[in-house]
Nanobody, 121 residues
């Protein structure tokens, strides 16, 4: 069974930094695109950043220049380095990944359980 497990969330003051990690485990033959999303209270889940298996990245406009997404394919892990954090970045952050399980023909989208990021002013 494929699982994504996030870590690295917490409480930080405005202007601070956090690094989130998301590791995939289970039996799979490949991981394609991976990404980070977030959901603030009372709001819809929104895109933060995505990264393809070859390393091409895409960011939401509000995160460009502050957040950096990266991945370590050998560790099946995607990271989100968040700098210059603002109170409005407070949210539950979720990772996702498009994964082809062993024996499967098509990829399936998996989500992690989420990690809370709180930025105090």
């Amino acid at each position: 069974q494929v699982q994504l497990v996030e870590s690295g969330g917490g409480l930080v003051q405005a202007g601070g930094s956090l690094r989130l990690s998301c590791a995939a485990s289970g039996r799979f033959s490949s991981i394609n695109a991976m990404g980070w999303y977030r959901q603030a209270p009372g709001k819809q889940r929104e895109l933060v950043a995505t990264i393809t298996s070859s390393g091409s990245t895409n960011y939401a406009d509000s995160e460009k220049g502050r957040f950096t997404i990266s991945r370590d394919n050998a560790k099946n892990t995607v990271y989100l380095q968040m700098n210059s954090l603002k109170p409005e970045d407070t949210a539950v952050y979720y990772c996702n990944a498009k994964i082809i399980e062993v024996g499967a023909r098509y990829e399936h989208l998996y989500w992690g359980q989420g990690t809370q990021v709180t930025v105090s002013s």
